[in-house]
């Protein structure tokens, strides 16, 4: 596994989370020097403490290992599904358009 890349997602979550690596740490009750070693690659979380920094910065555990794993996509779109539902038929129809022009630029390259 590469620890970089994970430590990577683990930093990428965090600041769309809106914390900081002390914040994180601290709810995780690790130090901020172990927190800054499992971003930068240099320590792997253990089992525990990747869900538990999963949960602290509400991802999904498969993006956190998006760059290291083959995965099923089903999850990412159980995941866009339940989103789209719970938007309005309108602006369901909307994005759907919206797929359909990239679809169909992407099949024409």
């Known amino acids: 596994m590469d620890g970089k890349l994970v430590g990577k997602r683990i930093q990428e979550a965090r600041i769309a989370c809106g914390m900081t690596q002390a914040e994180l ?6 130090t901020t020097k172990h927190m800054s070693a499992l971003e930068t690659g240099n320590r792997s979380p253990k089992l525990e403490t990747f869900v538990d ?11 956190l290992l998006v760059d290291v794993i083959n995965y099923d996509a089903r999850a990412e779109y159980e995941e866009l599904r339940d989103k789209l539902s719970k938007l309005p038929a309108a602006e369901q129809r909307r994005i759907l358009k919206i797929v359909d022009l990239i679809a169909a630029e992407y099949n024409q390259n």
Do not use: F
């Open 25 to 30: 740490a601290q709810q995780l009750d690790i």
């Open 53 to 63: 920094i999963a949960n602290a910065v509400h991802c999904d555990p498969n993006m």
